[in-house]
């Protein structure tokens, strides 16, 4: 059966400026400036990635800490452009990359399940129908009036994951934001992406927890210091990352 691809990675390479020297102000900095004596270091976080994710897939991401996996969701996300080459994604999408991003610390858990949706294109009538349910897959009936800076890790994680998954989106990301879950909410969050999933949503997911990975994802990319190690079968995959 054809199957559309919903996210096209080609050819991406993501390097970053790092300044070499520490500079004590900004008046030495604009001198070094103007006589060119700043020395920037590059740095090559992505080198030449390229692959493609189907409708209805579950993808995982592996790779050791630096390895580039939460740089090329931000890229898939658009939040940073790539140096070179291009990332297309066909659909809506939620991305939860970061704890908390798309969310203010000083305002309730309900007037930021709107700032989230408004962040993610949706309008205050569309969020208004899906609060109650957002707030029944949270449970946090009690806290929906708490400032967000009160939360836990792992509440926060739950309010995310809640209104990303809720609006039904097309593409799903998930960087690591499931860890701080406990153990029941995780399961509960395994089986609402399943239901996606069947719903014809596409996820990306990374995980430093292999059996999860395992357990989820249909297909994995290996990145090893920003290039693509391996990539296939999750099996095949994880057993050697495992190993490696
Ligand atoms: N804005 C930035 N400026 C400079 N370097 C950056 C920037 N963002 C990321 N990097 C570097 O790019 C590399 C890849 O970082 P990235 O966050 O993508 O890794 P990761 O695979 O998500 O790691 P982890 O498993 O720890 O989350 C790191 O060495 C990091 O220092
Ligand atoms: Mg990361």
């Known amino acids: 059966m054809y199957q559309e691809n919903v996210v096209e990675i080609k050819n991406v390479s993501m390097r970053f400026n790092m300044s070499k020297e520490k500079v004590d102000s900004f008046k030495e900095y604009f001198i070094k400036l103007l006589k060119k004596e700043l020395l920037f270091e590059e740095f090559i976080a992505l080198k030449d990635v390229s692959f493609s994710v189907?409708?209805?897939?579950?993808?995982?991401?592996i790779g050791l800490n630096g390895a580039g996996k939460s740089t090329l969701l931000k890229i898939i996300a658009g939040v940073l452009k790539p140096t070179e080459g291009n990332a297309k994604v066909r659909g809506s999408m939620a991305p939860l990359i970061e704890l908390g991003a798309g969310f203010d610390q000083n305002l309730t858990g309900r007037e930021n399940v709107f700032l989230n949706g408004a962040v993610l294109g949706y309008s205050k009538e569309f969020m208004q129908q899906k609060l109650d349910e957002i707030i029944e897959f949270s449970e946090l009936h009690n806290f929906m009036d708490t400032p967000l800076k009160n939360y836990s890790s792992g509440m926060k994680a739950r309010l995310g994951f809640s209104v990303a998954t809720l609006i039904n989106p097309k593409i799903l990301i998930i960087d690591e934001v499931l860890a701080v879950g406990d153990f029941k909410f995780q399961k509960k969050c395994e089986k609402r992406m399943q239901e996606l999933l069947s719903n014809g949503t596409t996820v990306l997911f990374v995980s430093h927890s292999i059996g999860q990975v395992e357990k989820m994802c249909?297909?994995?990319?290996?990145?090893?210091?920003?290039?693509?190690k391996?990539?296939?079968d999750t099996k095949e995959v994880c057993e050697l990352y495992k190993k490696s």
């Open 218 to 228: 249909d297909r994995v990319l290996w990145l090893e210091k920003g290039r693509v």
């Open 230 to 232: 391996m990539i296939g």
């Open 54 to 61: 189907k409708k209805g897939e579950i993808f995982g991401l």
